[in-house]
């Protein structure tokens, strides 16, 4: 009888505490942390830095009770790749965060990102064609979905136009080749106050690299296995580069001579040309001359125009909370009022095609462009589709430095580019397989 | 006795050298990260690993891991984990985890499991755990199954240091395993050592019980032929003692009744009165003889006669026959109390103890019926058998013995063998002891 009372007063007991403690547990608040840079990737000023961060915060807490977001904030973009691997390795790490193009091999590679296949596959409200492929596609490592863009931002080409007008040319279409290019600068290369040097100038800091992207040449393959700098497409796009850099031999080019005005074309990031069109930051920096932005010529193998520059966002693999992360990773990347403030607070472009494309971005665009500028719906999204993704394999950083050594090595020599590209080739492959 | 001691010491050696081991890689596991995230090398040192280094607290199984080790192996050795079949399950369990918690990097603790369990189990138990542990050690050895399961090597932590600290750390890890396998060698080496030492005392324990047992046959034979010697002898004394007996008494008596008679054959024409007085002298010494030989023949008499009546010495007899031959057999007395002198309860016994020892000896008979009963002064033993019984009637010395018996009593004897063995006896009954 007592034993009876005993063992029914702890059934009692222990129901109580389950009860309890579940109770506890679905009236506690779910905390995710979010990783967050403090500015521009691309170092564009900014005002609010976090006013888009804040704004998705706001809109997934409401849609979501019982959850609260929270980032660390000022970590500035040099140190951020740092934060984020010592938080990793003291098991610290954000939920969701921002992934920097630099780190996104090797956290990939870690297996430190959650996959996102089966995620994409089973939420119909998602789908990879929603986003402009090379923005996608740097969030792909080894054919698996690791992150998706949450910012990105293409290269263009800066256009002199006062310059162009004092020649008598006309501003170059979107369409336009290397072979237009070339002419452009070789025609307005030349001595205009006649003391026998150059000081005029076609182009500044237009590099092998960019003639590589606009000719569909990759420097590597896909997983940073081997070196592809001796094939006919990559020997192409250094040989342009090479006659581009000879019509500026003893020439003294400096950014400087950009910014007074004797240069006619400079690649441009997209960021960059946000920041300083608008008044009053395009009569600080610029105030000599009109200018413009187009796309960058096109090589003769090649469909795309420019490398696409692109932040991404992703899970942690170690997150516990997949069903909650995905649905944040969904308001930071696929949600059309986070993506669309990007055009209004941030100088960044949405990978989202219909954000991009749609016309209040269009009104955006033009509120901030002056005059008959061409920068609009019409060019913005040709680059997005036209760009490509840079590789993003582990030891890519180093390798894309031995490479624009070698490469600007092998520049400087005159006599058969193709062989001296097949020995920097040689020796890349060898770096890349130890 | 040395090695008794020597074992638990070189198993707690072994949870020493474990213990500093796991607490030596476990601290690398820790300190690691941490070092590298407060010099802020974490993406230099994220950088020169294979995959994601498990959080540094994870760390925490191990230890929590390793005092459930220690305390499972604690209740075990005390006994107080009830058969301690548990602990086969629970201290590899617990090895496991610590395994699985240091990255699959240091394995040895499998080797302690064993040493600390291996002694308690034998033959079939014994090969099927040391099976298990050698596939788990196996296993738990493939840098595959690390690289498979997302662990990173404390080999790939240590790389993080320079050039002497981490050749040190590396040599002490190598040192302290590479001792812990050596003392796990040395223990089972010894273990076997001590095992065959076991066997082989056993073996010469046997052989000494076999030669004690040779030994005790040949005294045991000796000694059933000293009893049956002694059985000769008693019986030889006992013929000697019938002899002077019957010379002492029967002689004594006979001899004076022949004198006597002789002198009254004299007398009998010279005086019949004295004749008469011869006579009567003669009758006193019959008597005397008489009594003589009833005083013998009562020292003969059967032990059981002596204490009990004739129709509880019958059951005590059959009950002892029973219980010796197995036979059932059914007495059955009527009436109960017969009131026979004392020769014919003689032979009465003697001629139911007769019959039944024949009927089990000659006849094999599983199941006996003894009934005695009285009618009209005779008395009627019968004795039937189920046994094998005999078409041919052999007259061996038990029948003629019963049939003299009987002869002297004035009864008769039949005997049938052809369905069992039956045996009927007839006793004409006096009343009383008057002959």
């Known amino acids: 009888m007592r034993q009876g009372i005993k063992r029914l007063a702890a059934g009692v007991l222990l129901s109580a505490v389950v009860l309890a403690a579940t109770a506890f547990g679905a009236s506690r608040e779910t905390v995710l942390t979010v990783g967050v840079v403090a500015g521009s990737y691309w170092d564009a000023p900014t005002g609010n830095c976090y006013a888009v961060m804040d704004a998705a915060i706001a809109r997934f807490e409401q849609a979501h009770p019982n959850v609260r977001v929270e980032y660390t904030s000022g970590i500035l973009k040099r140190d951020y790749s740092e934060w984020l691997a010592d938080q990793f390795l003291l098991g610290r790490e954000p939920d969701v965060f921002l992934v920097l193009p630099e780190d996104f091999g090797m956290l990939a590679e870690l297996g430190a990102l959650q996959p996102l296949d089966s995620l994409l596959e089973n939420d119909s409200a998602v789908s990879t064609g929603d986003f402009y492929d090379a923005a996608r596609q740097s969030g792909e490592a080894g054919g698996v979905q ?9 290269t263009l080409m800066f256009v002199n136009k006062t310059l162009l007008e004092a020649e008598g040319i006309p501003v170059p279409d ?57 094939e006919p497409a990559c020997v192409e796009a250094v040989e342009f580069a090479q006659r581009l850099e000879e019509l500026y031999t003893d020439c003294d080019i400096t950014a ?51 490398e696409l520059s692109t932040v991404l966002a992703a899970i942690s693999s170690r997150s516990s909370q997949q069903a909650l992360t995905w649905e944040l990773l969904k308001e930071l990347t696929c949600s059309d009022e986070t993506q669309a403030m990007l055009y209004t607070d941030s100088h960044s472009v949405s990978a989202l095609r219909r954000v991009t494309q749609s016309p209040q971005t269009q009104q955006i665009l033009r509120q901030d ?55 920097v080739q040689r020796e890349l492959n060898e770096y890349l397989q130890n | 006795m040395q090695k008794d001691e020597n074992l638990p010491l070189l198993r707690q050696v072994m949870l020493l050298i474990n213990l500093a081991l796991c607490a030596f890689v476990s601290a690398v596991f820790v300190l690691t990260p941490l070092r590298a995230a407060r010099r802020g090398e974490g993406v230099h040192f994220l950088q020169g690993l294979g995959s994601l280094p498990a959080a540094p607290w994870s760390v925490a199984f191990a230890a929590l891991g390793f005092a459930a080790f220690v305390a499972v192996d604690l209740a075990y050795r005390r006994g107080k984990l009830g058969s301690g079949r548990v602990a086969f399950w629970l201290e590899p369990g617990m090895a496991i985890i610590i395994i699985l918690a240091l990255h699959l990097d240091y394995n040895g603790l499998l080797l302690l499991a064993v040493v600390d369990l291996v002694d308690s189990l034998h033959d079939r138990g014994r090969m099927l755990f040391l099976g298990a542990m050698t596939s788990l050690y196996l296993l738990t050895s493939l840098d595959v199954l690390q690289s498979g399961l997302g662990m990173v090597s404390a080999l790939d932590y240590l790389a993080y240091y320079e050039g002497q600290p981490r050749q040190l750390m590396q040599t002490a890890i190598g040192l302290l395993s590479a001792l812990n396998l050596i003392l796990f060698i040395g223990y089972m080496v010894i273990l076997v050592g001590r095992r065959t030492e076991e066997n082989a005392a056993i073996r010469r324990l046997n052989g000494e019980l076999a030669r004690a047992n ?21 019986e030889t004394r006992e013929r000697n003692r019938l002899a ?3 010379h002492d008494t029967l002689g004594h ?37 008489m009594n003589e030989v009833r005083r013998s023949v009562s020292a003969l008499r059967p032990d059981a006669l002596e204490r009990f009546q004739l129709s509880e010495a019958l059951a005590k007899l ?28 003689d032979a009465v016994y003697r001629i139911v103890q007769e019959s039944v020892t024949n009927a089990i000896r000659h006849g094999h008979a599983t199941e006996i019926d003894v009934s005695l009963s009285c009618q009209e002064r005779r008395m009627a033993i019968v004795v039937q058998d189920n046994g094998i019984g005999c078409a041919k009637i052999e007259q061996g010395f038990g029948l003629r013995h019963m049939r003299e018996r009987l002869r002297l009593l004035g009864g008769s004897l039949r005997v049938n063998g052809t369905n069992g063995f039956r045996i009927e006896a007839s006793i004409p009954l006096r009343w009383g002891d008057e002959i």
């Open chain 2, 244 to 246: 002077r007996e019957i």
């Open chain 1, 174 to 230: 979107n369409d336009w080749t290397w072979d237009d290019f070339y002419k452009i600068c070789a025609q307005v290369t030349r001595d205009t106050d006649g003391d026998g040097t150059a000081d005029q100038f076609g182009s500044y800091g237009y590099t092998w690299r960019d003639a590589l992207a606009s000719n569909g040449a990759a420097l590597f393959d896909e997983n940073g296995s081997s070196c592809l700098i001796a």
């Open chain 1, 256 to 306: 400087r001579s950009f910014d007074e005005g004797h240069v006619a074309f400079r690649p441009f990031l997209f960021s960059d040309y946000r920041t300083y069109q608008p008044y009053p930051w395009r009569i600080k920096r610029y105030s000599d001359f009109e200018w413009d932005c187009i796309q960058m010529p096109g090589g003769p193998s090649g469909t795309g125009r420019s």
């Open chain 2, 253 to 289: 008596a006979l001899t004076g009744i022949t004198a006597g008679a002789d002198a009254c054959i004299e007398m009998m024409d010279i005086s019949p009165d004295m004749a008469r007085k011869q006579m009567e002298l003669i009758a006193k010494t019959a008597r005397a003889g």
């Open chain 2, 214 to 234: 040779d030994k005790l046959s040949v005294l045991n034979s000796q000694l059933k032929d000293y009893a049956a010697q002694s059985e000769r002898m008693a």
């Open chain 1, 146 to 154: 690791y992150a998706l863009p949450y910012e990105c931002v293409p």
């Open chain 1, 369 to 423: 462009t002056p005059g008959e500028s061409q920068l609009g719906l019409e060019i913005l999204p040709d680059t997005m589709e036209q760009a490509v993704a840079a590789p993003h394999f582990r030891a890519y950083d180093q390798a894309l430095l031995l490479a624009e050594s070698l490469v600007a090595t092998a520049m400087e020599d005159d006599h058969n580019l193709s062989l001296q590209l097949q020995r």
């Open chain 2, 318 to 345: 059959c009950g002892e026959m029973q219980q010796t031959s197995h036979a059932e057999i059914r007495l059955d007395i009527q009436p109960a109390d017969m009131r026979l002198s004392q020769d014919e309860e």
